[in-house]
């Protein structure tokens, strides 16, 4: 059975460790500025290097849009240097039911065949996929 251990905790996002083999990041609200989201990534690869995994599961609860600055930050740094640094390679995300899944859909298509990227409208589907899914 798999526990979880949380790793980082702020009003945007809550950071865990999940023992089967994922980082997961509950995000609260997107509305922090952008230097704000960008440390908040830094907590997740600092996560992934400490528990030494290369899944994330990123759990969208709001409706906000990533601000365009931190778009292209994650497209253009953060991912390459989490594939570089920690062997980042699959991500799932679950998208809130009412929210707008442009932006997150226009960052896979960004680094599309650079690592997996998949969406969900729930958790459990994409925890299973995070940990069966053929690398």
Do not use: K
Request: hydrophobic share 45%.
């Amino acid at each position: 059975m798999s526990h979880s251990t949380q790793y980082f905790r702020n009003p945007a996002a809550a950071i865990s460790y999940c023992s089967s083999g994922y980082i997961r990041t509950d995000w609260r609200s997107m509305a922090a500025e952008p230097g704000e989201l960008r440390a908040i990534y830094e907590h997740v690869l600092r996560a992934m290097q400490r528990y030494h995994v290369t899944a994330l599961l990123f759990v969208h609860g709001q409706q906000e849009e990533i601000p365009a600055a931190v778009q292209r930050w994650l497209v253009a740094e953060w991912i390459p240097r989490a594939i570089r640094e920690a062997g980042y390679e699959r991500c799932a995300l679950v998208e809130a039911s009412h929210g707008n899944p442009v932006a997150p859909q226009a960052i896979g298509q960004q680094v599309a065949g650079t690592m997996e990227y998949a969406f969900f409208g729930e958790t459990a589907p994409a925890v299973s996929w995070l940990l069966h899914a053929e690398a």
